[in-house]
T-cell receptor, first 114, second 112 residues
Framework: SAVISQKPSRDICQRGTSLTIQCQVD?????MFWYRQQPGQSLTLIAT?????????ESGFVIDKFPISRPNLTFSTLTVSNLSPEDSSIYLC???????????FGPGTRLTVT | LAKTTQPISMDSYEGQEVNITCSHN???????ITWYQQFPSQGPRFIIQ???TKVTNEVASLFIPADRKSSTLSLPRVSLSDTAVYYC?????????????FGDGTTLTVKP
């Protein structure tokens, strides 16, 4: 298993600014993912964070808006850029290993844009 | 892309067995079925995963018929602490997370 921490746990940001969310895993993992979850709704995959290369984005999500870094096998960041109220959501990091169908999730970061 | 359908909500009482069914008519040959549990203000937590027939662990059982177009998560003797949202996920997450889709989730409420 893996334990995942996220920072910050919550933040209130002004429109037009950016927020960077950090995700730390307590062990080396092959795969890391970023999800968005609107209150009361299911999870939507934003992108797969690839170690040492550009992230793989899902339809509807672009690098300019959601730049992602993954410098090593235990750490990743997601930046939500040029914030608007529509970006208010919970952002979750998850991790898994190749050949494993189990994902471990962080506690999430609650973002409110005013 | 396999779409999943689950009941929006279910109610149960402590000590009862709860069965939550997920429909996934377009499941692909390489897809696995995974169930997650999510409490408020927490990330989802893995419960069980299977490919076909029946899988059982210390928490739950997963029943998958031969055609794999549906699956049923069975929670034996639920308690108040099992009140949560349960998500069915279908996909080949190990090789292609982008093709794995979380369902809308089933909110299970366990009453005393």
């Amino acid at each position: 298993s893996a334990v995942i921490s996220q920072k910050p746990s919550r933040d209130i940001c002004q429109r037009g600014t950016s927020l960077t969310i950090q995700c730390q895993v307590d062990s080396q993992v092959t795969m890391m993912f970023w999800y968005r979850q609107q209150p009361g709704q299911s999870l939507t995959l934003i992108a797969t964070a690839n170690q040492g290369s550009e992230a793989t984005y899902e339809s509807g999500f672009v690098i300019d808006k959601f730049p992602i870094s993954r410098p090593n096998l235990t750490f990743s960041t997601l930046t939500v850029s040029n914030l608007s109220p529509e970006d208010s959501s919970i952002y979750l990091c998850s991790a898994g290993g190749v050949g494993s169908y189990e994902q471990y999730f962080g506690p999430g970061t609650r973002l409110t844009v005013t | 892309l396999a779409k999943t359908t689950q009941p929006i909500s279910m109610d149960s009482y402590e000590g009862q067995e709860v069965n939550i069914t997920c429909s996934h008519n377009n499941i692909a040959t390489n897809d696995y079925i995974t169930w997650y549990q999510q409490f408020p203000s927490q990330g989802p937590r893995f419960i069980i995963q299977g490919y076909k027939t029946k899988v059982t662990n210390e928490v739950a059982s997963l029943f998958i018929p031969a055609d794999r177009k549906s699956s049923t998560l069975s929670l034996p003797r639920v308690s108040l602490s099992d009140t949560a949202v349960y998500y069915c996920l279908v996909g080949d997450i190990a090789t292609n997370a982008g093709k794995s889709t979380f369902g809308d989730g089933t909110t299970l409420t366990v009453k005393p």
